[in-house]
Nanobody, 129 residues
Framework: VQLEESGGGLVQPGGSLRLSCAASGYSFSNYAMAWFRQVSGKDREGVAAIGSDGDTSYADSVKGRFTISRDNAKNTLYLQMNSLKPEDTAMYYC????????????????????????WGKGILVTISS
C-alpha cells in the first residue's frame, strides 16, 4: 500500500488549496480514508474523513471551509481547503484503514498516530502573508 500526498504549498490567508492523495496497492474504493494534520510541536489531529459509501466527517475547526472527496476511478483522495487561516498551517497526512465497514466518524476519531493502517509521508501547507 502506498499513499502519496501532493498539492501543498504556501498560500495567503483567505486563499484556497486542494490536496490530493494518490493511493495504490489495495482496493481503494472499499475502505475509509482520512486527512490528519500536525503542527510542529503539537499532537496530530484528524481533519476530515470519508467512508467507502461517501459519508463524511469533519473536525469542528474546519467545518464549512474544508471538503473531503474521493474519486474511486482514479484511486485518489482530495481535500479542498477554502478560507484558509494561519492556524491551518501544518503538515497534512493522508491515511487509509482497511477495516471493513469503517465509517467516516470512526476514521476521524481514530488514534492520530496508530489508528489507521497506512499513512502517507505528509505534505506541508503554510498559510502566511
Amino acid at each position: 500500500v502506498q499513499l502519496e500526498e501532493s498539492g501543498g504549498g504556501l498560500v495567503q490567508p483567505g486563499g484556497s488549496l486542494r490536496l490530493s492523495c494518490a493511493a495504490s496497492g489495495y482496493s481503494f474504493s472499499n475502505y475509509a480514508m482520512a486527512w490528519f494534520r500536525q503542527v510542529s510541536g503539537k499532537d496530530r489531529e484528524g481533519v476530515a474523513a470519508i467512508g467507502s459509501d461517501g459519508d463524511t466527517s469533519y473536525a469542528d475547526s474546519v467545518k464549512g471551509r474544508f471538503t473531503i472527496s474521493r474519486d474511486n476511478a482514479k484511486n485518489t483522495l482530495y481535500l479542498q481547503m477554502n478560507s484558509l487561516k494561519p492556524e491551518d498551517t501544518a503538515m497534512y497526512y493522508c491515511a487509509a484503514d482497511l477495516a471493513i465497514g469503517m465509517t467516516a466518524i470512526q476514521a476521524l476519531g481514530a488514534d492520530p498516530y496508530y489508528g489507521m493502517d497506512y499513512w502517507g509521508k505528509g505534505i506541508l501547507v503554510t498559510i502566511s502573508s
